[in-house]
């Protein structure tokens, strides 16, 4: 899809691991980004559960993670940041999955919104919505 259309015209929003998967396209395409309770080395996360059967929640297909997977994801890990300004992190302090302050940390300089309490899928998260159109609408052309 991202062949398709001119970088100009493609905004990133990612929640949980898709915060993740849009950090490693912003980097590598220079897109804006806004992530939303993102992961942060999910390699690390995952990695006790290679070689176990998971099962997706909505589709209810299975696969076997592997040690193959792990090395696909730490090879998109984004160590540093080159454009921070390309950044908008919105994080709840009551994510139940993921600790929010892995993401303050990795997304240092960009610009942050950390609301208290809250749960992994970002309550309210309808609210922002016209504030993440008004920052990628400082992107656009």
């Not at 690390?44 to 297909?61: D, P, S």
């Not at 921070?84 to 994510?95: E, I």
Request: proline share 4%; with cysteine.
């Amino acid at each position: 899809m991202l062949e398709c259309l001119p970088d100009s015209e493609v905004f990133l929003l990612g929640s949980s691991l898709g915060g993740f998967w849009a950090t490693y396209l912003a980097e590598t395409r220079g897109l804006p980004a806004v992530l939303i309770n993102p992961a942060v080395s999910p390699q690390r996360r995952f990695q006790a559960l290679v070689g176990q059967t998971l099962k997706n929640y909505h589709t209810a297909e299975t696969c076997i993670l592997t040690a193959d997977d792990m090395a696909d994801l730490a090879a998109c890990d984004v160590d540093r940041l080159n454009n921070p300004d390309l950044y908008w992190l919105l994080a709840q302090t009551g994510d139940e999955t993921l600790d929010y302050r892995e993401a303050v940390a990795k997304y240092r300089g960009c610009r942050q919104t950390v609301e208290t309490g809250g749960s992994h899928a970002f309550d309210g998260y309808e609210g922002w919505l016209p504030d993440i159109a008004e920052f990628f609408e400082e992107f656009g052309n």
